[in-house]
Structure formats: structure tokens, C-alpha cells
């Protein structure tokens, strides 16, 4: 049978990732500290280790190190409930394997694992040509552990050490220049120049002679020679933005410098040499436009070395609620509020479900607009700007009713006696762990059905953060309708 280590320092994430991996036919092995994972590792030798980043005293990633010098080919996957991606984007120019956020997405847990035990056996096979490969950097961070934005890191640390053009997509507003950043920062060429350049901003004149620059005398105005960005640029990365706004004629020019990283500037006869890396943006279809005639073909295949697709912000879900944690946090730095505590649940409602056209930029203004109006400690929907406070008014934020419930009863561990006898009775060798688990169902479903769901109000009842409830909630199977109610573990 396949083994796996898993080495966190909370128990209960060990015993439901064990459960989880037996219906797979895989063995678990577990680990609370760095001590004893690398003492399982070279006892028992697992085909695959999940790994928590946040481990007392020590980081995941310094473990990770620690491993890749024990056995390069032993897949790591981390795991861990941090919402920056910095970690994530380090994590896998590290090498790591894949990257999972908590809470823990059971199914597609297995399937990773199954995954990377293949993985495991085929690196055993000698290859014909073995490849060094060393990465190690730090960059931008952004904040989110949404699936969208997971995939969005790990396509950043898979990247951001190659060589190649990287194209970028997405609506306005969703952080296309964040992106090509981080790639930058975590690339070979970070200790040479980034330069970004909005094509829609800029006439075909303008940006031609941006890119290029311009010989003096070249038309009329030319009082002198100038060094286009293309030229300042040698040995870094461009950033393109808005790409698809670019003309015909400076298409054709982009398409001769990717193929030959030769240009010549304007009004110019000497051909000039450059090596440039570029990451091009556009919220446009690209595809659309290559069929109309308003885009080369050849040059959309040219940047499209590697698609990034930024997912909008209504689309992710609880980052909402930690992009408004972070944003706050910023602006009340910035602007010295040290009174602020904090935005009320019925104004983070309202911002969770406005479907924000703008994306994250929008609601970063939205924040620093109502961090400005508030007259009190706590942001209330009355401080939201004209468009999410009408709605507060016209209707009311809906808490699911939990009129119908009957009483404790009907609640796991209404008795706690009842629960040790039992598992007494059926000779139970890990009995603070289950009772520990039992007590949290009881509780963590008790508050919920208090609040009517409200997970922001129960974090506040139970003096514990967001993320926790969530990470609770799916872990507990707790299906929130209208009323609160554990999924069956024995159907």
C-alpha cells in the first residue's frame, strides 16, 4: 500500500486527511513537527508528503528545503489556511507539487495525492536528460486563496522562471499589472528593469515612439534623440498593457523585435539589439479580433507563450471579505485611523454581494471612500458609497430564519456523558481527539443556528476569525439552509 505523511499541528486536519486517503487504499503517516516529518521520511520513506506551511516555529518552506536536500524527486504538497500569495508563488518555484488552501477540498485531496504517487514512481524511472533547476525569490503579494486565484499563483511560480512571453487576461480592475509584477519579481531577470506602458493610452505615434524611441529630426518636435523603453528595457521585462488596443503598423514592429529582438527607432537607419522579456495584458478577445483583421495572428501567438486568466472579483467568492480586511488595514495605516475597528456583517453583506464592475480596484476606492464618510468606530452600510448603501436601503440583508428549530436535541452531542460512554464502550484509542471534534460540531452548530447562518456574527460570538468558520464548516460537512445541519458521514 502507497504511504503518505501529512504533517500539520492540528489533529483533527491529520485524522480527516487520514480518513479521507484510506478510501483511496493509501496509508497516512503523520507528523506535528519538523522533527518528526523528516524522522518519518527517512524511517518509512512515503511516496508523498503533505505539508503545512505554518508549523510552530519553524516555516514550511525552510522544511521543504530541508526535504528537497534529503530526496529532490519526493513530491510535496502544501497545505495551509494563508490567504498570501506570495507563499504560494514561492512554494512552487521551490518545486513543490501542487499547492491546496484550506479548507481542504476532500476529493480533489485523493485525486493529488493519487496524482503525485504516480509521479513518484515514474521519477524513478531514469530520465535520458537530466535538467538542474534552482529557483528561489520574493515578490508581490496578492491576498485571496479562492480555486481561481490558487491556480492564478501557482501559474505565476511555474512561469515566472522560464524564459518565455506571458500573456494576461482579464477584466479592467482585476490586477493584469500586480500580475506581470510578481512574474517579474520572481523571475531570473528581477535585478534588471520592469517597465509598464498602457498601449490604450497612448496615440500609434506616441506609443511607436515610446517602444522604439526616436532619432532627432525624425518629425517635427524631434529636437534630440530619445531611448525608447524597448532599448531602456535590455535585460528586463516589458509589461504591455492593454495590448489589443495597439495599431497594425506597431503590431508589425512588436512582431519583428519577439522574432529577432532587433528594431530600429524611429526616423532611424541602425539597427539596435535588445533582449527583452514581454508580458502583454488586454481585457479584450484577442481571438475575436484576430478574425475581424484588427490583431496579427502571428503576433497573438507570439505573446500567448503562457495564458494567465485573472478571474473578476465577483467570481471569488470569501476573497471579498479578506480583500476588505486588507484594504481597511492599508488605508487606516495610510491615513492614521487608529480608532477604526473594523466593518459591521450587515456592510460586508452588502459588499459580498455587489457584483463590483470595477473589480478590485473599485473596491479598494469603495473602502478608502467609506474609511472617509464614518463617523464611528465600525463601518456601517450608511458609510458605503451611494451605489451598495441603496441597496441596504431599499432591501434587507436575508438571514436565513431558524424559527423552526427545536431545541438542542436535534443537535449532535446533546449529551457528552452519553458521547464518552459510547466511545468507551467501543474501546476508543484516540478519544480526546474525538471528543475534542464532537465538542466543535456541537458548538460551532449551535452558534450558527443563533446567527441564522450569519457566519461573520457567529466568528464574532465564538471571538474567532472568518477563515476558521469556513474551514469548520466544511470540514463538519455543516450545510447552511434554513437550518443549520450536519451532512451524514455514514450515508
Known sequence: MSQALVVDDDRTVLEMVRRSLEKVNVDVITAGTAEEAMEAIREKTPEVVLLDIMLPSVSGLDVFREIHQLDRRLPVVFITSSSESNLAIEAMQLGAFDYLAKPLDLPKLNQLVQKAIETRRLMNIPVALPVGNTRSSKGDQFVGR??????????????AAENVNVLIRGE??????????AIYQHSPRSKDSFMAVNCAALTETLLESELFGYEKGAFTGA????????????GGTIFLDEVGDMSQLTQGKVLRLLQEQRFERVGGNKTIETDVRIIAATNRNLEEMVKAGSFRED????????????PPLRERGDDIALLVEHYLNEACYEM????????????LELMIQYPWPGNVRELQSVVRQSLLKSTSPIIVPSFLPDELSRRFNTQAVSLESHS????????PLADLRLFVDQRLAEQSTDLYSETLEAMERYLLTRVLNETGGNQTRAAEILGITRGKIRDRIAQFGISLEKTVSIEDDSA
Request: include cysteine; proline fraction near 1%; charged fraction near 30%.
Open 146 to 159: 479562492s480555486p481561481q486565484m490558487l491556480e492564478v499563483f501557482k501559474s505565476i511560480g511555474r512561469v
Open 172 to 181: 479592467s480592475g482585476t490586477g493584469k499589472e500586480l500580475v506581470a509584477r
Open 223 to 234: 529636437d534630440r534623440q530619445r531611448i525608447g523603453k524597448f532599448e531602456q528595457c535590455n
Open 299 to 310: 503576433l497573438f501567438y507570439r505573446l500567448n507563450g503562457m495564458t494567465i486568466s485573472l
Open 336 to 347: 492614521g485611523r487608529t480608532e477604526t475597528e473594523g466593518v459591521s456583517s450587515e456592510a
Open 404 to 411: 423552526d428549530i427545536s431545541g438542542d436535541d436535534d443537535l
